[in-house]
């Protein structure tokens, strides 16, 4: 605070002046300016909530409704100014939402690869240095005026659990562990480094059991998810848990869908008892888009608009993106629905992370973290560098029989390229993308490595209702090589809409066929598609050489896949996602149950309790280059025998091993049973690159809902042909030998289980006082 500060005025003053100020010399667009009359809520010295505060005491009721909306109204005369609540940030800025604009200084971001893809990466570091560039491009928006709001609704943490939901891509994949480890990443690149101000505010969305968008007239908007206590205790809610917990997000995102008969936004036990009082959420519960009205019109939850609005806001609910509050929020209290505590209670929690984004400091390019950032930080070389890496690092090869890849650059001859996406830009976004830096298509990217290319779409998009065969034979038998860029795009998969199949859209398979009999040599498919695809008929067709799934990869993508066919990287991403085969389709996308029913052919759901044929199993990946890797874990050292010998645990009712409650271990007791396990990982060539150790733990069997194998962790290694490293896990039974009970309660059991990183190497952990270590 400047030189005014300390001066004690009587309110009505305070009002007077600010109402002069803004008057007198024009507002400046930011409140709390330099010189402006002490008030409290401008007084850094204070706690964010006590600022908070009293900035709602000064409001009036009709100016207290007016911010429970996306669009929050500005207060003049307290100098506050409007503020858009709604951005998006998923795999860089987003011209969805209101809170940004692309029409000045910069009308490009930089486009990340599509989260899944990123996902594929197994690597934190750069899940982070995502989170973080697409927050240093949000300040910079700011700053320079072409942002209203700081607070980004990403990233999406909901568990891919069918592979047709058609917002799968935007999410990193099935497995809790890997889900909840990409939350945290991406949020604490996001929010930055400053435990007080925010360099931009996260948002985990969508809570909860949120994974389907449209199946057979059973939409998003009036789906009810029943879900069971075990599946949202260790696979629906953990990605949130750590969203708010451990990468401390100052948002959560409450979905359409009612679970178990609620719809989540209306849910007080979720929201409050949960969110806030479980995980220790600090910000504010936002709805998704229009969801509290449609608590009323799609759930039919609340009789009136007027019972909905105080239903949601008494839950816990803070933000409605959308006005339905703001209409009905004065209607609500005049009727007695609520009351304006519960309003106050809302609001204390949106000014509180406007606070901590630094928007009541005066003038946010004045911050000594944050306001420097200009158009250069936008579409910087490091940023597009960073879009490029990310899409290499994620690509995965998926077939490569003897020698069909890598491509020479200097030597190889001529070369058709065919697929509807071998040259749409569109192809390389999916969800949620801004006007992008660059746009480097595949055939754009192949064309500085060959000089002869052939180009043939062979169709007019991927739905490709009917296929050039004709012409796209021809190519092929006129050139040495073959690159075919198929898969799929919005027309199958996106918001709204869920994939009805699995195979390739249209006519694509007959022509891939066609192209490949015709063909000099086997051919290469490269997938561009968000989800899983079944292409059993490609994995064995000895005339298709190679497949690479590429994901929808980003601004870069073209050149990234150019990198890793001719050689200049070699593949080091693993599958996030089970491949089924087409007929899993006969599942009900409805049935929300992860554990297979054998009792009723229902097949579960994820490498967890999946148990049926796959096309491509989760971690999968090829690389150039042979790797092997061992396993040495001892398990429970002495002192911590002794402690376990210590903790009471619980007999079994089936006459199995006794168990222990994760809860009653405790925080610090947690801590002190974490072993190493360390895994010897060789590169045996021919090439240098990267290679990512996934570290599975099972049961000694998959009873009473134990998931067939649980991914413990994962670390991506750098190792040069012929190089080995040594990598250290950090067990914790805790988290990684933990299993939920039927009631959702956390346990460990005190018996066996193994680790693993290859199926033929295992360790076996003994989590029982009463045997010796191995
Ligand atoms: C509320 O939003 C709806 C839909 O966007 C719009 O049609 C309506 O005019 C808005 N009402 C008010 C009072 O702003
Ligand atoms: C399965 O494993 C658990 C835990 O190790 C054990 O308690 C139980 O007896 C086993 N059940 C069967 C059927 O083998
Ligand atoms: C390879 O691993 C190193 C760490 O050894 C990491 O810094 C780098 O980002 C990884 N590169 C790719 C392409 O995954």
């Keep these: 605070m400047g030189g005014s500060a300390g001066i004690v005025v009587l309110m009505a003053t305070i009002t007077a002046l600010l109402c002069m100020g803004a008057a007198a010399g024009g507002q400046p667009p930011f409140s709390c300016w330099p010189g402006a009359p002490y008030v409290r809520f401008c007084d850094q010295r204070l706690p964010v909530e006590q600022r908070a505060a009293d900035l709602v005491a000064r409001l009036t009721l009709a100016e207290k409704v007016s911010q429970l909306g996306d669009v929050a109204a500005a207060v003049p005369r307290l100098g506050v100014p409007a503020y858009k609540w709604w951005s998006e940030g998923l795999h860089g800025l987003s011209m969805w939402g209101k809170g940004m604009h692309f029409t000045g200084a910069v009308q490009h971001v930089t486009s990340f690869p599509q989260v899944l893809l990123t996902a594929a990466s197994f690597d934190e570091r750069i899940w982070y240095f995502i989170g973080q560039a697409i927050g240093v491009e949000a300040r910079a928006l700011y700053n320079i005026g072409q942002a209203e709001g700081l607070t980004i609704w990403s990233p999406n943490v909901n568990i891919y659990r069918d592979p047709r939901w058609g917002r799968g891509h935007e999410t990193p994949g099935e497995d809790p562990i890997t889900v909840s480890k990409y939350a945290v990443a991406f949020v604490r690149g996001l929010q930055g480094p400053s435990p007080t101000t925010l360099q931009t505010s996260a948002c985990c969305k969508h809570a909860t059991a949120y994974d389907l968008d449209d199946w057979r007239g059973t939409v998003r908007y009036n789906f009810n998810a029943r879900v069971t206590p075990q599946d949202l205790a260790d696979t629906f809610n953990p990605p949130f848990r750590s969203c708010v917990g451990e990468g401390q997000a100052s948002c959560v995102m409450c979905a359409y869908t009612a679970v178990n008969g609620v719809p989540a936004c209306a849910d007080y036990n979720l929201l409050t008892k949960t969110f806030r009082g479980q995980w220790g959420l600090k910000g504010y519960v936002a709805s998704d888009c229009d969801a509290i009205a449609l608590v009323r019109d799609g759930q039919h939850f609340r009789p009136t608009p007027e019972d909905t609005v105080a239903t949601t806001l ?37 000014f509180s992370v406007r606070m901590r984004l630094g928007h009541f400091n005066g003038d946010p390019r004045s911050n000594p973290l944050y306001g420097h950032f200009g158009a250069n930080d936008v579409c910087s070389p490091a940023h597009k560098n960073l879009a490029l890496h990310a899409a290499k690092s994620g690509i995965v090869l998926l077939k490569n029989d003897a020698g069909t890849l890598p491509l020479r650059r200097w030597t190889v001859g001529s070369t058709a390229v065919i697929g509807p996406n071998a040259n749409d830009p569109g192809a390389l976004l999916g969800n949620y993308f801004g006007p992008p830096c660059e746009t480097i298509t595949p055939l754009l990217g192949l064309k500085g490595y060959v000089k002869d290319v052939r180009f043939e779409p062979g169709c007019i998009d991927t739905a490709c209702w009917s296929a050039a065969t004709g012409k796209a034979v021809a190519v092929a038998r006129s050139t040495d090589h073959v690159i075919l860029f198929m898969g799929t795009s919005h027309v199958q998969e996106e918001e709204g809409r869920d994939r009805t199949s699995l195979l390739l859209p249209g006519q694509q398979q007959s022509l891939i066929e066609a192209v490949a009999r015709a063909a000099k040599r086997p051919v290469i498919l490269v997938l561009l598609t968000g989800g899983p695809v079944d292409v059993t008929f490609a994995k064995f067709n000895p005339k298709i050489g190679a497949i690479v799934w590429a994901g929808y990869p980003g601004q870069a993508g073209g050149l990234a896949i150019a990198n890793v066919l001719f050689g ?141 194998s649980q991914l413990v962790g994962f670390q991506s290694q750098h190792l040069e042909a012929g190089e080995k490293a040594s990598l250290t896990f950090d067990v914790s039974p805790c988290e990684h030998l933990s299993r939920a009970r039927e009631d959702g309660k956390m346990v460990i059991d005190g018996a066996s289980h193994f680790l693993f990183v290859d199926e033929d190497d295992e360790a076996e952990i003994s989590f029982d006082a009463s045997i010796n270590s191995p």
Excluded at 638 to 663: C, I, M
């Design 314 to 350: 008494k839950a816990g609910m803070d933000m409605n993106c959308g006005n339905y509050t703001q209409v009905h929020g004065m209607a609500a209290l005049r009727q007695g629905k609520m009351t304006e505590r519960d309003v106050d209670r809302t609001l204390i929690n949106l």
């Design 568 to 708: 200049e990287h070699n593949p080091s991403g693993r599958l996030p996602v089970t491949w089924y085969p087409e007929e899993y389709i006969r599942v009900p996308m409805t049935d929300m149950r992860m554990r297979a029913d054998p009792a009723t052919g229902y097949p579960g759901r994820s490498y967890r309790f999946y148990r049926g044929p796959v096309v491509y199993k989760f971690g999968y990946g090829l690389s150039y280059s042979r790797f092997s890797r061992r396993l040495a874990a001892s398990g429970l050292a002495g002192h911590q025998k002794s402690l376990l010998a210590s903790l009471t645990s619980t007999p079994a009712a089936d006459g199995g091993a006794s168990h222990y409650d994760v809860e009653e271990i405790g925080p610090e007791r947690c801590e002190q049973l974490k072993f190493p396990a360390v895994v010897e990982v060789e590169n045996h060539g021919p090439m240098d690159g990267n290679h990512s150790v996934l570290m599975f733990l099972r049961w000694p069997n998959a009873t009473g809902g134990r998931p067939a």
